[in-house]
């Protein structure tokens, strides 16, 4: 489904998330359509955004400025 999406697409993960592969990003990320962005984060499925705040902060707001 994801390659029909056609608006700018941030897909945002935790490389040490314990419940989903981040494989599972990757392949999302490389089958978008441009323009897209991949956030990657430190910490575990449910606290990636708290453990990486300041990565996850900056990244949305550089992709929200970017639309």
């Known amino acids: 489904k994801i390659r029909q999406v ?5 897909i945002i993960h ?6 989903v592969p981040y494989t ?10 441009q323009p897209k962005t991949m956030l990657s984060l430190k910490g575990g499925h449910n606290t ?3 453990d990486s705040e300041w990565l996850y902060r900056d ?7 970017f639309l």
């Open 48 to 50: 990636a955004f708290v």
């Open 6 to 10: 056609r608006v700018p697409t941030l």
């Open 14 to 19: 935790s490389v040490g998330d314990e419940i």
């Open 59 to 65: 990244g949305l707001e550089k992709f929200v400025s």
């Open 24 to 33: 599972m990003a990757e392949r999302l990320y490389a089958a978008a359509a």
